[in-house]
T-cell receptor, first 108, second 114 residues
Framework: GIQVEQSPPDLILQEGANSTLRCNFSDSVNNLQWFHQNPWGQLINLFYIPSGTKQNGRLSATTVATERYSLLYISSSQTTDSGVYFCAMDTGRRALTFGSGTRLQVQP | KAGVTQTPRYLIKTRGQQVTLSCSPISGHRSVSWYQQTPGQGLQFLFEYFSETQRNKGNFPGRFSGRQFSNSRSEMNVSTLELGDSALYLC?????????????FGPGTRLTVL
C-alpha cells in the first residue's frame, strides 16, 4: 500500500521561529492534504494540495508531485501552532492514509 | 454553520462489552468516514459511507461495524471490546463523494476499555 513518511518526528521551536515539515510518499500523489491536530485532539484541515504551492497566512505548502514530496512551512511560529501535523493521501478508495506526524512544540 | 459533532466525547467500557458512537456531519454533507487513532498505529481508516451505503472498509475485524442514516448521521459499533480498542475515534464529513473535497473532522470520541 501507499507509504507516507513524515520528518522530523519531533520539533521544538522558540516563538517567532520558522520551520519546514516534510512529507514523502511512495506512490503517485492523490489528493494530498495537510492537517493540524491540536492538543485536544481536533484535526483541522490546513491544505488540500496535490501539486503546486498554496499559502494561508503564516502557513504555506508546496507539493512536488514528480519527486513525491510535500513541504509545510510555518513562519513566525506562535504557541498556538503547537500540536501534531499530519500529511495524508487518498489510497484511491476514498480512504486517507496518514503519515505518523510531526509533533511541534512552540515555546514562549 | 455547525461543525461535525460526535457523541459521546468520552467513554469508559470493560472488556467484552459493546459500544456505539455517533457522528453528525456538517449540514449538507453526505460522505462520512471513520478513523481510529492510537499511539501505536496512528490514524487508521475504518470505513466510509455515502448516501447510506458503505463504500469502503479498512482492515479491521468484523467486530467493527457502522451505518449511515438517511439524514447522513452515522454510527459505528464495536462489539466484544478488547483492551486494544482503546483509542480516539474520529469521524470526518465532506460535501462531495470524492476525497478531492476537503475533509472536516469532528472532535472525536475517546474510548477507554478496562
Amino acid at each position: 500500500g501507499i507509504q507516507v513518511e513524515q520528518s522530523p518526528p519531533d520539533l521544538i521551536l522558540q516563538e517567532g521561529a520558522n520551520s519546514t515539515l516534510r512529507c514523502n510518499f511512495s506512490d503517485s500523489v492523490n489528493n494530498l492534504q495537510w492537517f493540524h491536530q491540536n492538543p485536544w485532539g481536533q484535526l483541522i484541515n490546513l491544505f488540500y494540495i496535490p501539486s503546486g504551492t498554496k499559502q494561508n497566512g503564516r502557513l504555506s505548502a508546496t507539493t512536488v508531485a514528480t519527486e513525491r514530496y510535500s513541504l509545510l512551512y510555518i513562519s513566525s511560529s506562535q504557541t498556538t501552532d503547537s500540536g501534531v501535523y499530519f500529511c495524508a493521501m487518498d489510497t484511491g478508495r476514498r480512504a486517507l492514509t496518514f503519515g505518523s506526524g510531526t509533533r511541534l512544540q512552540v515555546q514562549p | 454553520k455547525a461543525g461535525v459533532t460526535q457523541t459521546p466525547r468520552y467513554l469508559i467500557k470493560t472488556r467484552g462489552q459493546q459500544v456505539t458512537l455517533s457522528c453528525s456531519p456538517i449540514s449538507g454533507h453526505r460522505s462520512v468516514s471513520w478513523y481510529q487513532q492510537t499511539p501505536g498505529q496512528g490514524l487508521q481508516f475504518l470505513f466510509e459511507y455515502f448516501s447510506e451505503t458503505q463504500r469502503n472498509k479498512g482492515n479491521f475485524p468484523g467486530r467493527f461495524s457502522g451505518r449511515q442514516f438517511s439524514n447522513s448521521r452515522s454510527e459505528m459499533n464495536v462489539s466484544t471490546l478488547e483492551l486494544g480498542d482503546s483509542a480516539l475515534y474520529l469521524c470526518a464529513s465532506s460535501l462531495q463523494a470524492d476525497l478531492a473535497d476537503t475533509q472536516y473532522f469532528g472532535p472525536g470520541t475517546r474510548l477507554t476499555v478496562l
